[in-house]
C-alpha cells in the first residue's frame, strides 16, 4: 500500500521549523518501534534541553500493511533507499540489522550527507573500519553506542573521554543469554542444559542458541570494543572464540568452592608493543571482582588503563527500551553534531598485530584425574615446570577410592606453553583423565 | 622570579602549526601535575586519534620558584589572569580549587572566549546554574567530568548519551573516605573510630574530616548530578545532609545479618509532578545490590530511568591520575569543539521545586529497646499504624534478660509521618530506647 517513498516524510518536512531535525528510521522491530516511541514521548524535553526538535520522518518496513504499536502507520514504507537518500531527511537511524543490504544503504546515506546511528554488531565486527572511513570522508558521524552492550553508554567513554587514555585492557559481559544461563547454574545449581531451555522459555536465548552460547555474537563485541579502545582496525575474525556449552554444574560448584565465579567474557587487550589480542571465553573470575556480581541479563564493560586505574559501566545490554534509549541519545549527539557542520571521528585507525592465540598469555585453571599414589602430585609439577608454568594454587578434591581430582590454578602463562603441559600431563600412566580447561582472571 | 604572565606561553604559540591547541593550567597541585604529565605522554596518541596536538603553555602556581616533578619550569606563572585572558591560549583546565576567585578567573576566561575544563565540584554546587549560563553567552563549553566521581566518564553520559531519557532516580557512592570506613567497618569489624584512624593514617581523610564524614562533600556532588540529570537548577543549599558519624559496629552487624550493606549515599529524585528531592545520608543497601559491591575508597553512580532501566558506572573516585585522565578526556572534547566552532550547551535549566525533607519519601530502618512482655509489640505495631506507616519486616534480638532489641524496616513512608511515630513509639512506657534510624532502599 506504500511502495513509493513516504509522502508522510514530506508532509512532515514540510513543517518544519529550522530547529527540527527529521529522523529516517530503517527498520521497525522491536528497537526500531521503541525508539520512535521514546522520541514521541521525549520530544519536548529533549527540545529543552538542546534547543532541537526531533521528530520521526519515516520509519522502513518490509510489510507496510502491518500494524505497529506506538507507529503511526502514514509514517511506514518500504523503501528504505529512498529513506537514506531522501533530501528532507537528516540523519538515518538504523535498527534493521543485516549486512549487505544494509551496508550498502549506511554508504549511500554517508553519500547524501547523512549521519547514520547504528545498533547492529555484526555490520560493525565485519566492516567497521571501512565504514567508520567512509564517515569520515563524507564528514558525517557513524554513532554506535547501541551496537555492544547496548544499555551501557560506554561506547562513547572510550570514543570521547578515554580517547586520552592508554587503556591496557578491556574485559566484557556482553552477551546477556550466556549470563543468563551461567546465572542460573551458579544461583540455583542449575544444568547447562536446563539453564539454556529456561532461557529458551523466556526469550532470553533463540531456539538455535549457537551464537549466544557459541561465543560469536560476543566476539563481534570484542571486535568493537578493541577497535574503540586502541584506535586499531580489529575485525571479528581477528577474536580468538571459545563458548560456553562445555561448562557443566560441576565447573561451576569447584569455582564457587575455590572463591570463584565463571562468566563468559570478551577480552581485548594491547601490550607495549601495541599488538592486540582479542578473545571470547568462559572464564573463572574471583567473587569479589567488579565484574562477579554482574548477574542475570545484566552487561558490563570494565576498562582498566594507566590513568583511569579501573572503571566499569553496567547496564541493560539488550531489551527493546535500553537499546532505543542509547540510540535516542546517538540521535541527539549526531543532529547537534550535523547541525554545526562537524563530525566525530575516530581518527585514522591502525593496523597492530593481531596475537594469535597460541601467544596469548593468562592464567588457567584445569582439573585432572590422577591415581591417588605417592610420587604422582610431583610428576605433574614436573610436567608444568619444565614448560615454564608455574603454579599458583593445587587443590585436591576426593572423588573416588583410589582416583584423586587435582584442582590446579596458574599463574600467567603462555598458551602454547600450557597446551605443551597438558599434553605431558595426558601422557603420564597415572592421570586417569585432564579436564575441564579455563583462563583464570587473577585481580 | 616569574610575576608577568609567562613568556614560556608565547614562545609556544609562536611554534603552534594550526593543528595544536594549547591549554592553559589553573593549579599545580596533584591534579594539575598529573594532567600535565598526561598530555605530555599522550600527545603523539590524542594526536594520531583525533589530528589535534594538545600542548600545554602555561601552568600557575602559588610560589613559582617551587620545583614541580615533571613540570616544566619555563611554563610556570603566578599570573592566572594573564593564562585566562591570554589571546594565545585556547583552553583552560581549572585544577586550583576555591570559589570566588576561582569564579571570577573562569568568568574571565568565558568573556575571552575560552572554554574551561573543571574538577571543581564546590564552585558548580554554589554556582553552577550561573556558570553554565555564562558559558552558554559566550558560546564556549564549561566541562566538568572530573568534579563528581572525578574517575568515572558519567557526566558525559548523562549529558549526552542520557538528555533525552526520563530520568527518575540517581544514587551515588561519590565520597571514597566515607566508603572505605565504611568497607573496612563492614569487612573487618572496625568501629567507627578506627576506621576513621585508618583511613587518616593512609591519606583517605584529612585531619579535620568534617566536610567527608558530615556528608558535605558528598552534598556538593549530589546537587550537580540532579542539575545534568534532571536539567533543573539544583544547589549545594537544596540538599539535605546527614553524615556517617553516627553508624555503630552494632548498626554494621545488624544490616549485614539481614542481608544489607550501609553506604553513604547520594539519592536524587524526580518525581511525576516535576519536583525534586536531594539528599545525602547512610543508607541499608540490599547485599545483592549492584552500589553494595561498590568497597574501599572506589565510587559508583546508579542510575535509574524509564528506557535505560538500570545503569552503573564504577571506578576511581580521586586521585590525581584518574582525575586527570577525565580531564584530559574533556580537554580533548572542547578543543574539538572549539575548532569546530561549536559548544555543548546544558540547555536552559529549570527551576523545579525541592522536595522539603519532611516530605520526602522513604523506607527507613529502626531499632526499639522496649520490655520483653506480652502487648509490647502490638503497641509498637499500632504506633506506626496510626501514622500510615506500614511495616515490612520486625525482627526481635535478645538483647538482656528482660529488654528486648526490636529491629523495624518499613515500606516507603513521608518522613514526617515516620518522624511523627517515632515520637508516639518512645512515649510508650515500654520502650526504653529509640535507637539507630537509617533509610533502606529495598530494590
Given at each position: 500500500?506504500?511502495?513509493?517513498?513516504?509522502?508522510?516524510?514530506?508532509?512532515?518536512?514540510?513543517?518544519?521549523?529550522?530547529?527540527?531535525?527529521?529522523?529516517?528510521?530503517?527498520?521497525?522491530?522491536?528497537?526500531?518501534?521503541?525508539?520512535?516511541?521514546?522520541?514521541?514521548?521525549?520530544?519536548?524535553e529533549i527540545e529543552r534541553r538542546t534547543g532541537m526538535r526531533l521528530e520521526i520522518a519515516a520509519v522502513?518496513?518490509?510489510?507496510?500493511?502491518?500494524?505497529?504499536?506506538?507507529?503511526?502507520?502514514?509514517?511506514?514504507?518500504?523503501?528504505?533507499?529512498?529513506?537514506?537518500?531522501?533530501?528532507?531527511?537528516?540523519?538515518i537511524i538504523e535498527t534493521m540489522g543485516g549486512v549487505d543490504h544494509t551496508k550498502a544503504l549506511m554508504l549511500s546515506a554517508f553519500g547524501s550527507?547523512?549521519?547514520v546511528v547504528t545498533a547492529n554488531k555484526e555490520l560493525l565486527a565485519l566492516h567497521g573500519p571501512e565504514l567508520f572511513a567512509a564517515a569520515d570522508t563524507a564528514g558525517v558521524d557513524l554513532a554506535l553506542e547501541a551496537s555492544v552492550a547496548a544499555g551501557l553508554p560506554f561506547i562513547r567513554a572510550l570514543r570521547e573521554s578515554l580517547?586520552?587514555?592508554?587503556?591496557?585492557?578491556?574485559?566484557?559481559?556482553?552477551n546477556g543469554t550466556t549470563n543468563y544461563i551461567l546465572s542460573q547454574m551458579t544461583e540455583h545449581?542449575?544444568?547447562?542444559?536446563?539453564?539454556?531451555?529456561?532461557?529458551?522459555?523466556?526469550?532470553?536465548?533463540?531456539?538455535?542458541?549457537?551464537?549466544?552460547?557459541?561465543?560469536?555474537?560476543?566476539?563481534?563485541?570484542?571486535?568493537?570494543?578493541?577497535?574503540?579502545?586502541?584506535?586499531?582496525a580489529v575485525r571479528a575474525g581477528d577474536v580468538h572464540i571459545e563458548g560456553i556449552e562445555t561448562i557443566t554444574a560441576d565447573d561451576i560448584s569447584n569455582a564457587t568452592r575455590m572463591g570463584y565465579v565463571i562468566k563468559l567474557l570478551a577480552v581485548v587487550e594491547q601490550s607495549d608493543s601495541g599488538a592486540i589480542a582479542a578473545r571470547v571465553h568462559p572464564t573463572m573470575l574471583p567473587s569479589s571482582h567488579p565484574l562477579a556480581s554482574v548477574r542475570d541479563s545484566f552487561n558490563a564493560v570494565f576498562v582498566e588503563g594507566a590513568g583511569i586505574d579501573q572503571i566499569m559501566f553496567y547496564g541493560r545490554g539488550a531489551g527493546g527500551h535500553p537499546t532505543a534509549a542509547m540510540m535516542v541519545g546517538d540521535a541527539i549527539d549526531v543532529a547537534l553534531?550535523?547541525?554545526?557542520?562537524?563530525?566525530?571521528?575516530?581518527?585514522?585507525?591502525?593496523?597492530?598485530?593481531i596475537v594469535p592465540i597460541d601467544?596469548?598469555?593468562?592464567?588457567?585453571?584445569?582439573?585432572?584425574?590422577?591415581?591417588?599414589?605417592?610420587?604422582?602430585?610431583?610428576?605433574i609439577a614436573n610436567a608444568f615446570g619444565s614448560e615454564g608454568v608455574s603454579i599458583r594454587s593445587m587443590e585436591q578434591e576426593n572423588s573416588t577410592d583410589d582416583v584423586a581430582r587435582l584442582v590446579f590454578i596458574t599463574h600467567d602463562a603462555i598458551e602454547s606453553d600450557f597446551r605443551k603441559t597438558l599434553a605431558a600431563v595426558s601422557d603420564l600412566d597415572a592421570v586417569k583423565n585432564v579436564g575441564q580447561v579455563l583462563r583464570v582472571v587473577c585481580d
Open positions: 500500500m506504500c511502495l513509493t517513498f513516504s509522502k508522510a516524510a514530506i508532509a512532515w518536512a514540510a513543517m518544519n521549523s529550522s530547529n527540527t531535525v527529521r529522523l529516517g528510521v530503517l527498520g521497525c522491530g522491536t528497537v526500531g518501534t521503541s525508539f520512535v516511541q521514546l522520541i514521541t514521548e521525549q520530544a519536548d522502513s518496513v518490509r510489510d507496510a500493511s502491518k500494524e505497529r504499536a506506538g507507529v503511526d502507520a502514514s509514517l511506514l514504507t518500504t523503501d528504505s533507499d529512498g529513506i537514506v537518500t531522501h533530501p528532507d531527511i537528516d540523519v550527507g547523512k549521519p580517547v586520552g587514555e592508554d587503556v591496557s585492557r578491556a574485559m566484557g559481559i556482553v545449581g542449575a544444568s547447562y542444559d536446563n539453564a539454556l531451555a529456561e532461557a529458551q522459555r523466556l526469550g532470553f536465548a533463540e531456539a538455535d542458541p549457537t551464537a549466544d552460547v557459541g561465543g560469536f555474537d560476543a566476539g563481534s563485541k570484542a571486535a568493537i570494543i578493541a577497535t574503540l579502545a586502541f584506535g586499531e553534531n550535523k547541525r554545526a557542520g562537524v563530525h566525530r571521528s575516530v581518527g585514522e585507525l591502525g593496523s597492530a598485530a601467544d596469548s598469555v593468562s592464567a588457567f585453571y584445569v582439573s585432572i584425574d590422577a591415581l591417588d599414589q605417592p610420587g604422582v602430585l610431583a610428576d
